[in-house]
C-alpha cells in the first residue's frame, strides 16, 4: 500500500493546482447543496418495531389529531395569587385560543376544562397536540408560540413550555468551540513545528473538509431524519481528525526536509510512510462508526454513518489537498519561527529529533517507562480500574427537561410541574386502548381501575376517544427520568394480560415517556453485540497490521480499560453530580446512545495512536531486533507527534464541553477523557511498558501465519529502505517547491 501512496503522492503533488481548484469546487458545490435544499436536522428519536412506535402508528391510522408531537403549556400566576383570579383566568383562556390557531395545531387542552390546577390554584397545566411529529413542527411555527406568550409573561405570569417540541428544543450550536479547538490547535502545532506555515496547513485543510462534511450533512437532511447531534459529532471527528490525519503526514515531511531532503522528494515520501498509517486509522474508524448500524437504530445509523462521512472527507483531504498545499508551500514548511526568549530553538530541538533522538523528551520517557515498566503497569492499570467502577451503576436514558439548562424553558416548566403537581405529570404514560372487540360498555372503565391498582400510579384518567379507541392518561408517582418508571412501564405490559382479562379490550403503552425508556432499551440490549463486534474487528485489523498476536490483544485490552475510564468519569461527573457545580453540568442521566458511540470513537482514535506508536517501534525492532532499545527510540520517535495529535484531540473536545446542550455536552466530556486516557495513560505508558516486559516474544508468530496474513508495511519501512537505496522507486523530480 505505501508504493501506492507513494507513486499517489507525487502525482498530487504534480498537479497540485487541479488538485486545489478541486477542493474549492467542492466545497463550493457542497455549500450549495446544503442552501438548495434547505435541510433542517431534529431530534425526534424513534425505534421501529418498539411497542411506543406500534402505539404511534395506531394513532396516527385510527386517532390522527392524538398522534402528533405533543407541548405542555405550564401557568403560574403573578405572587402568590391564583390561575383562578379573573385577569389570570382570561389571559391563560387568551393563550390557549390563540395556541389552538397555529396552523399545525391539531387541538388544545384546556387546563380549566381539564381541571390541572395545581391544589393551591397558583400553577395551571394545559398541553398542545400537534398535527405532526416533533421533526415537522416548524420553526415558524414555534416562534409564533413565542409571540403568542410574550405579552403574558410581560404582564407578570410564568409561562413556560416542554414536552416533546416547544420553543428552542433544538438549539444552534455557537460558533465558540470551533473557534475555541481551532486555536488551541493552531498554539500547539506552533509548538510542535516551531514554523506558522507548518502549523497553519493542518487547520486550513481541516477547516476545508469539515466545511464539506457538514455542507453535505445539511443537504441530506432534507431527503432524510438527520440528528441536530449528527452534526455536533461530525464538526467534533472532522476537525479533530482531519488535524490530527495532516499533522501525521506533515510531521513525517518535516522530519525528511531536517534530514537534508528536498521538498520535491520529501513529500511522496511522507505520504507513502505516514499517508499508509492514516489510511489505516481512517478505514478502522471508518468501519467502527458504520458498524453503528448493527443496533438497528435508524437514528443511530444516520449519526454513524454521517460521521464516518466526516472522517472520510477529513482522510481524503490530508492525501490529496495536503499534499498539493505542501507543493506550494516548498522549503517554508521548515522554515522556523525565533522567539523572542529562545532564539533559533524550534530549529534546535527539529535538528535533535531528526539527528539525536535520544536527547528528546520522548526519549527521556521511553527510558523511565521501560525501567519502571512493572511498577506503571500495576499504577495505570490500577488508575483505569478505578476510573471504571461507577459504569456499574450507570442509568440511561434519553434528555428530558430535567437535563435541559436551568435557563431552558423545558428545565423552567418541570420544576414548576414537579413542585405543584408532582414529578409524574413531566412525564404521563399514554395507554392507547382498543375497545373493537370489547365485550362490555364498561371495558375502558375497568382497564382503568386496574391501571390504578398497580404500584407507583398517580393518577389515571381518560385523554381522548375516537374510532373504537380509548386514550388513557397513567401519571406515576416518579419523574420521567427515575428508574421507577422504568420499571412501571415494563410492569404495564408484563401485566397486560391481568390487566385485559374478560374485557376484549387490548392496549399499548406508549407517550414520549414510554419512547425514550424503549430506546433506551434497546440501546442497552444492542451495547454487548457492538462491543463483540468491535472487538473482533480490532482483533482482526490489528492483526493484519502488525501481523502477530500479542500487539492486537494488548491494544484490545487497552481499549477496554479507556473506554470504560472514560465512561466511569462521564457517570461519575453527569449521572452523579461529582464536580457538576465547577464544571457547569446538570446532573442527569446518562445518555442511552453515549457508550455505543464512544465505544466506536475511542475504538478507531485508540486503533490511530496504536498504529503511530507500535509501528515505530516496530521499525525499531527490525533494524536492531534490541526488544528495550526499540520500544525506548519508538516511543522517542512517536511520543512528540502522538502527543501533539492527543492534546488537539483533547482541545477540540473540550471546546464542545461549553455547549449548554444535553446531547453534545456529555458526549464532547467523554471523548475529551476518553482520548487523554488511551494516549497518554495506555499508548504511550501501558503499552511500551507491556511491550518492554514481554520483549522479543510480542513480535511472535507461527509460521503458518506469516503464510495467509498480508504484509501491508503500515510503517512504511519496506519503501523506506527502497526509497534509501534508491531501487525500485523512482523521485518525481520535477516537483517544484516554488508552486
Not at 185 to 207: K, M, Q
Not at 466 to 473: E, T
Not at 491 to 511: K, M
Not at 529 to 536: A, E, P, S
Amino acid at each position: 500500500m505505501s508504493r501506492h501512496l507513494f507513486a499517489f503522492g507525487g502525482l498530487v503533488a504534480r498537479r497540485r493546482w487541479w488538485v486545489l481548484v478541486m477542493w474549492i469546487v467542492l466545497l463550493a458545490g457542497a455549500i450549495g447543496f446544503a442552501a438548495g435544499t434547505g435541510g433542517r436536522t431534529t431530534d425526534d428519536f424513534t425505534i421501529p418495531g418498539t411497542e411506543s412506535q406500534d402505539a404511534v402508528s395506531l394513532l396516527h391510522e385510527r386517532m390522527p389529531t392524538f398522534s402528533g408531537a405533543q407541548m405542555q403549556v405550564v401557568f403560574a400566576a403573578p405572587g402568590t395569587g391564583k390561575v383562578t383570579d379573573p385577569q389570570s383566568s382570561a389571559q391563560i383562556e387568551q393563550v390557549m385560543t390563540e395556541l389552538k390557531g397555529l396552523p399545525q395545531v391539531a387541538t388544545v387542552v384546556d387546563p380549566f376544562e381539564a381541571k390541572s390546577l395545581s391544589p393551591d390554584q397558583h400553577v395551571a397545566l394545559g398541553s398542545v397536540l400537534f398535527r405532526v411529529s416533533a421533526g415537522e413542527v416548524t420553526e415558524d411555527t414555534l416562534n409564533e408560540v413565542d409571540r403568542i406568550a410574550e405579552p403574558v409573561r410581560d404582564a407578570g405570569m410564568k409561562l413556560e413550555f416542554s414536552g416533546a417540541v416547544y420553543p428552542g428544543f433544538t438549539t444552534e450550536l455557537p460558533e465558540t468551540p470551533e473557534i475555541v479547538g481551532v486555536i488551541a490547535a493552531f498554539v500547539i502545532l506552533l509548538i510542535t513545528f516551531g514554523a506558522v506555515v507548518a502549523a497553519g496547513l493542518p487547520i486550513l485543510t481541516a477547516l476545508i473538509g469539515v466545511g464539506i462534511g457538514l455542507a453535505g450533512i445539511l443537504g441530506l437532511a432534507a431527503f432524510v431524519d438527520v440528528p441536530a447531534a449528527a452534526t455536533s459529532l461530525a464538526l467534533m471527528l472532522g476537525l479533530s481528525c482531519g488535524i490530527d490525519y495532516a499533522l501525521f503526514i506533515l510531521s513525517r515531511h518535516r522530519h525528511n526536509m531536517v534530514l537534508g531532503m528536498g521538498a520535491a522528494a520529501s513529500i511522496p515520501l511522507a505520504v507513502g510512510t505516514a499517508g499508509s498509517s492514516v489510511v489505516f486509522a481512517a478505514v478502522t474508524v471508518i468501519i467502527a462508526l458504520c458498524g453503528l448500524s448493527v443496533a438497528g437504530i435508524p437514528f443511530l445509523t444516520v449519526m454513524g454513518t454521517t460521521a464516518a462521512g466526516a472522517v472520510l472527507v477529513a482522510m481524503l483531504v490530508a492525501l490529496t489537498l495536503l499534499p498539493a498545499l505542501l507543493g506550494f508551500a516548498g522549503e517554508t514548511v521548515a522554515r522556523f519561527i525565533s522567539p523572542p526568549l529562545h532564539p533559533g530553538r524550534p530549529q534546535e530541538v527539529a535538528r535533535i529529533a531528526a539527528y539525536e533522538p535520544e536527547r528528546t523528551m520522548g526519549h527521556m520517557w521511553g527510558r523511565f517507562v521501560t525501567r519502571f515498566r512493572i511498577p506503571l503497569l500495576v499504577l495505570g492499570i490500577a488508575v483505569l480500574v478505578v476510573l471504571s467502577v461507577p459504569v456499574t451503576r450507570i442509568h440511561l436514558g434519553l434528555p428530558t427537561g430535567a437535563s435541559q439548562p436551568d435557563s431552558s424553558t423545558a428545565h423552567k416548566a418541570g420544576n414548576m410541574v414537579g413542585a405543584a403537581f408532582g414529578p409524574g405529570f413531566n412525564g404521563p404514560l399514554l395507554v392507547v386502548t382498543d375497545l373493537s372487540h370489547a365485550t362490555s360498555p364498561d371495558a375502558a372503565q375497568t382497564v382503568m381501575s386496574r391501571l390504578r391498582q398497580e404500584p407507583n400510579v398517580a393518577v389515571v384518567q381518560p385523554a381522548g376517544t375516537g374510532d373504537g379507541l380509548v386514550l388513557i392518561q397513567v401519571i406515576p408517582k416518579t419523574g420521567p427520568d427515575d428508574i421507577a418508571t422504568a420499571d412501571l412501564v415494563s410492569r404495564l405490559r408484563d401485566d397486560r394480560g391481568d390487566i385485559e382479562i374478560g374485557t376484549g379490550a387490548t392496549y399499548l403503552v406508549g407517550g414520549t415517556t414510554a419512547a425514550n425508556i424503549d430506546t433506551s432499551d434497546r440501546l442497552a440490549d444492542a451495547l454487548p453485540i457492538f462491543l463483540v463486534v468491535v472487538v473482533g474487528l480490532a482483533l482482526v485489523l490489528l492483526t493484519v497490521a502488525f501481523r502477530t498476536v500479542l500487539v492486537p490483544l494488548s491494544s484490545i485490552v487497552g481499549f477496554i480499560l479507556s473506554v470504560f475510564a472514560a465512561l466511569g468519569t462521564q457517570v461519575a461527573v453527569f449521572q452523579w453530580g461529582w464536580g457538576a457545580s465547577l464544571l457547569g453540568t446538570t446532573k442527569t442521566q446518562t445518555l442511552s446512545f453515549l457508550p455505543i458511540i464512544i465505544l466506536a470513537i475511542i475504538f478507531g482514535l485508540s486503533s490511530d495512536y496504536q498504529i503511530f506508536v507500535v509501528s515505530r517501534i516496530k521499525e525499531e525492532h527490525s533494524r536492531t531486533a534490541d526488544a528495550i532499545a526499540s520500544v525506548r527510540n519508538g516511543v522517542a520517535h512517536s511520543a512528540r507527534v502522538v502527543t501533539a495529535a492527543a492534546l488537539i484531540m483533547f482541545a477540540v473536545f473540550v471546546g464542545f464541553t461549553t455547549v449548554d446542550n444535553p446531547i453534545v455536552e456529555p458526549l464532547a466530556f467523554t471523548l475529551a477523557v476518553g482520548v487523554l486516557l488511551d494516549a497518554f495513560v495506555v499508548r504511550l505508558t501501558l503499552v511500551p511498558a507491556f511491550m518492554a516486559l514481554i520483549g522479543s516474544r510480542m513480535w511472535y508468530h507461527p509460521q503458518w501465519f506469516a503464510r495467509y496474513v498480508p504484509d501491508l508495511d503500515i510503517e512504511g519501512a519496506e519503501l523506506e529502505r527502497r526509497f534509501t537505496n534508491d531501487t525500485e522507486v523512482e523521485v518525481p523530480q520535477h516537483i517544484t517547491g516554488a508552486g
